[in-house]
Nanobody, 115 residues
C-alpha cells in the first residue's frame, strides 16, 4: 500500500521561506506525477505545483516565481521550496501522487504565515 508522508510545515513570518518534503513508501515504482495541493479554511483544495517523473512542472499562478517543486525519482520524494511567503499562503498542504489511474494523498502539513 502506497503511503505519502509530508514534513516541513510550520509557522513563518511573511517574506520567509519553508521547504516541504513528501516521501512515498510501499512502492517500488516511480510515481508518474507528484505534487502539492493546499486547502485554506473555508476554501476548496487547490493545486499548488506538480511535477512529472520526467521533470515537467506546472504551478498555480499565485505561486509562480516564489515556489519551486523538485523530486528525486530514485527515492520517490518530492519537495516544495517556498520563498517570499505571504499570509495568503497559509493552508494545509497536501502531497499527492498519481500513477496509472491511482491517486494517493498524504495527511497534510500545516503552513502558517504571519503578517
Amino acid at each position: 500500500q502506497v503511503q505519502l508522508v509530508e514534513s516541513g510545515g510550520g509557522l513563518v513570518q511573511a517574506g520567509g521561506s519553508l521547504r516541504l518534503s513528501c516521501a512515498a513508501s510501499g512502492t517500488f515504482f516511480s510515481i508518474n506525477v507528484m505534487g502539492w495541493y493546499r486547502q485554506a479554511p473555508g476554501k476548496q483544495r487547490e493545486l499548488v505545483a506538480v511535477i512529472t517523473s520526467g521533470g515537467t512542472t506546472n504551478y498555480a499562478d499565485s505561486v509562480k516565481g516564489r515556489f519551486t517543486i523538485s523530486r528525486d525519482n530514485a527515492k520517490n520524494t518530492v519537495h516544495l521550496q517556498m520563498n517570499s511567503l505571504k499570509p495568503e499562503d497559509t493552508a494545509l498542504y497536501y502531497c499527492r501522487g498519481s500513477h496509472i489511474g491511482n491517486d494517493y494523498w498524504g495527511q497534510g502539513t500545516q503552513v502558517t504565515v504571519s503578517s
